[in-house]
């Protein structure tokens, strides 16, 4: 018995030995998905646009800050002269303005990321999708995203399609009618 299930595993073996295993190559590539958003014409539009919003809030913060330490200052001065009652009432007056101030500040900076994080949300979307139209024309069986949520370790050179697809997002987005990168 011993015999025969020892025969019996050196034929299977035998067998499968004989058989030719059929092996696929991959077509594969890889973007720098960093780089990618570093080069994109509409990522640096959305980027623009919330460094501008950006600047505008803070120079109305600024503004109001300003008014707010002048009358610090003022209260500072004038504490004595108005008297004690006067000056714990402007005192809570100012320290009430200065919190709703430092509110109004996160309540802005919330609101800006907030925003542009819906906007760079679709443009992820966006992109993911021109990517896998990308890939299926050109037969590609994979490709992989590298940055700073790499997903590669290790790619040849010669797979980075980096340059390639930062062109054709840029000129898709140029022909929705936005403006061009200006070099």
Do not use: H, P
């Not at 080069?39 to 600047?55: F, R, V």
């Not at 109305?60 to 714990?88: D, I, P, R, T, V």
């Not at 009432?89 to 309540?107: I, N, P, T």
């Not at 919330?110 to 679709?122: I, K, N, T």
């Amino acid at each position: 018995m011993k015999k025969a299930l020892f025969i019996l595993a050196i034929a299977t073996t035998i067998i499968s030995c004989n058989k030719t295993t059929e092996t696929k190559e991959f077509k594969t590539a890889y973007i720098d998905t960093s780089k990618l958003m570093e080069e994109s014409t509409e990522a640096k539009d959305i980027e623009a646009k919330y460094k501008g919003k950006a600047a505008e809030m803070d120079n109305k913060l600024k503004s109001e800050a300003g008014k707010l330490e002048s009358e610090m200052k003022n209260f500072k001065q004038n504490a004595m002269a108005n008297g004690q009652a006067w000056a714990q009432q402007k005192g809570a007056e100012l320290q009430q303005r200065d919190q709703e101030l430092r509110y109004a500040q996160q309540g802005m900076l919330q609101q800006l990321q907030g925003e542009s994080g819906v906007e760079m949300d679709s443009l992820v979307k966006k992109y993911k999708t021109i990517f896998k139209e990308y890939g299926k024309e050109k037969g590609y069986d994979y490709i992989y995203g590298t940055g700073e949520a790499a997903t590669v370790l290790y790619a040849k050179d010669s797979y980075d399609i980096t340059k390639e697809l930062t062109k054709l997002v840029n000129n898709k987005y140029k022909s929705e009618g936005k403006k061009e990168e200006k070099k």
